[in-house]
């Protein structure tokens, strides 16, 4: 690559979005031998169609990442951000993005990806949004800085915390907590953890919540056990804040950056909160995975749900179950439902999820989704529904081809990557499947996300 292109200004224009969100566009650039290059760009916070004035900053694989210095002609769902820690802070990319412009654009990124697979992208509806784009995650993490400021990484530049003024993702009663624990810090000199000095005692701090129960747990991460100065903070969370039940010490004398815990310091209620969604009651843990939209998620279920007929003849698998956020309101409507997932912690709290609900037609399998699928099959038999819900890099080939032998009526396939979505959806085909609908919905709004719940069935020969 030439490092001399690095500075330089070019007009150009956006013609699409990539899939992190940011605009694409392409130059024709002179190289030192006088022939005409094809320059590629990149270009955060940009939309289809505008015009832009650019600076080449630094390269990325094959492209070019570039800085808009001046958007010349606006495209016309441009609108002003929210946040004034839009643009430094990595969250909520889309923020100059209208939430409807949003919606069409996650609309598009799917029917797009599916087609270039070869499939109809009319089977795929419009994305769902929410009546209340804001105030929606139910955990957050940040980081505490050397001088023992609070705050979200920069994007671009990780080691540097941006100190938190607001956020207007996550609920007003996360927030004030959160800021209290900043406040507390900051009055006790106390210091963060400098990566690479290794010293320095506080490391993150994690809040979630339930919308449902209300509750709040709130986990300080630190190198060290806490000394006296917690009974302050122990002080003002239970006199201003009763809604948290669980506030934790968790020390991590390990280098990685990591919120996991050598030791539990319970400080004050349980060492886990109650949340609800669907109707059922769940345990979560402060490393518990569980769903970060619960508005959404409900609805996920519910799509999931109607678009599968479950019925109480039926056997089912639950592939990628985590804690049984679709395992326990499945297993309500068919006869026996099988869970697998890798995650020991995961599957334990699956386990004792369905017993707190009643539930006693579930059996849960902590295996990684080959062998689990291979052990399943031999003891539990073919299953009539099958439900797969894997990471972002999909559930793979290998994965895909059990569940095409295994030969499930139906399947419903729930993922937070349209292109794994794709691929690992084309691997069904030589089994007879067919694509019948697919429903976006979305879970993180202003960010370039987004979740779907598709329905494929078997054509019988
Ligand atoms: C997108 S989450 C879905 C969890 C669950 N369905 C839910 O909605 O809460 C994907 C899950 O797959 C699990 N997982 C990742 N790799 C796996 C593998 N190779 N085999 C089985 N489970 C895996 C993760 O631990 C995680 O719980």
Redesign the pocket.
């Known amino acids: 690559m030439n490092k001399k292109i690095q500075g330089e200004t070019y007009t150009v224009d956006i013609h699409r979005l990539d899939e992190k969100g940011s605009g694409q566009a392409v130059v024709w650039r002179k190289n030192e031998e006088g022939n005409e290059r094809k320059l590629k760009l990149t270009i955060p916070y940009t939309l289809p169609g505008e015009k832009v004035r650019v600076t080449v900053e630094q390269p990325q694989k094959r492209r070019w990442k570039s800085k808009s210095d001046e958007v010349l002609e606006k495209h016309a769902e441009r609108i002003m951000a929210k946040c004034p820690h839009f643009e430094l802070c990595g969250g909520c990319v889309w923020q100059h993005f209208s939430y409807e412009g949003q919606l069409e654009e996650k609309t598009n990124q799917v029917r797009n990806v599916l087609q270039l697979q070869g499939f109809d992208p009319s089977v795929v509806n419009k994305t769902i949004g929410m009546d209340e784009p804001w105030y929606y995650r139910n955990k957050m993490e940040f980081t505490f800085a050397a001088d023992g400021s609070l705050g979200l990484h920069e994007q671009g530049n990780f080691r540097n915390i941006i100190p938190l003024e607001t956020c207007f993702i996550m609920k007003k009663e996360m927030k004030d907590a959160v800021l209290e624990v900043a406040k507390w810090a900051k009055e006790n000199e106390l210091t963060g953890y400098e990566k690479e000095k290794r010293e320095g005692l506080l490391r993150h701090l994690m809040v979630r919540m339930s919308f449902k129960t209300n509750e709040i747990m709130l986990a300080i991460f630190a190198t060290e056990a806490p000394s006296s100065c917690v009974e302050e903070l122990v002080h003002r969370i239970q006199k201003y804040f009763p809604q948290v039940k669980s506030l934790l010490w968790l020390e991590n004398r390990n280098w990685a950056d990591r919120t996991q815990a050598e030791e539990t310091h319970l400080l004050l209620g349980r060492d886990f909160i109650y949340d609800e969604l669907m109707g059922f009651r769940y345990r979560l843990w402060f490393d518990t995975?569980?769903?970060t939209n619960p508005v959404q998620?409900e609805k996920?279920v519910k799509l999931a749900l109607e678009m599968a007929e479950p019925n109480a003849s039926e056997k089912m698998i639950?592939?990628?179950?985590?804690?049984?956020?679709?395992?326990l309101p499945f297993a309500n409507q068919v006869k026996k439902l099988a869970g697998?997932?890798?995650?020991e912690t995961?599957i334990q709290s699956a386990k004792r999820n369905a017993s707190d609900n009643g539930m006693d037609n579930t059996y849960f399998l902590a295996?990684?989704?080959?062998h689990?699928m291979d052990e399943v099959l031999t003891h539990f038999g073919k299953p009539d529904l099958l439900?797969v819900?894997?990471?972002?890099?999909g559930a793979g080939g290998k994965?895909m081809r059990r569940i095409g032998r295994s030969a499930p009526e139906r399947i419903i396939y729930?993922s937070?990557n349209p292109a794994s979505f794709a691929t690992d959806i084309k691997e069904l085909e030589p089994f007879g499947y067919t694509l019948k609908k697919v429903q976006p919905v979305d879970l993180f709004p202003h960010t370039y996300h987004v979740e779907l719940v598709a329905l494929l069935s078997r054509v019988e020969e």
């Open positions: 995975f569980f769903q998620a996920l639950d592939l990628f179950c985590g804690v049984g956020t679709f395992s697998i997932e890798l995650v995961s295996k990684d989704a080959r689990g439900l819900d894997p990471p972002r890099s994965v729930v937070c």
